[in-house]
């Protein structure tokens, strides 16, 4: 007999290890060959056609329900943060503009309206009876 105990877990990690290395050999080998490259090679060709047939049909649907394609919604993005963009720019010349000497403050260029009085009273809690 062994002097070592049995130990599951190494008998479990030696059996993954060696499956591992067996699997790594067959794909090597299945890999190298002409045969499978040719056949990726096809697959993928096929793959971009379905691809392109389904975004085409995509298009023509979104077309007759009268909504926008995806193309067409990031362009709409891009115009947006266009605008955004000229927004900021807008926005920190006026402040710029503002800060310098002579000119008012900008918390004093932009008139504030005054907060409405607040009248109204919260009503009385009924008094409980004993």
């Known amino acids: 007999m062994s002097d070592k105990p049995f130990d599951p877990i190494a008998t479990w990690a030696d059996m993954v290890q060696k499956w591992e290395q067996e699997i790594n050999s067959w794909s090597g080998k299945l890999t190298e060959s002409e045969q499978f490259s040719s056949m990726m090679g096809g697959v993928t060709r096929i793959q971009l056609i379905v691809q392109r047939s389904v975004a085409e049909q995509m298009e ?21 943060d266009a605008i955004e963009d000229s927004i900021d720019r ?33 009503t009385a809690a009924p008094t409980k009876k004993a």
């Open 60 to 80: 023509g649907m979104l077309r007759t329900l009268n909504m926008p394609s995806k193309v067409q919604i990031e362009a709409l993005t891009e115009r947006l």
């Open 90 to 122: 807008l926005r920190l010349a006026v402040e710029a503009r503002a800060l310098k000497p002579g000119n008012a403050s900008p918390a004093e260029a932009v008139p504030v309206p005054p907060e409405p009085k607040r009248t109204r009273q919260p």
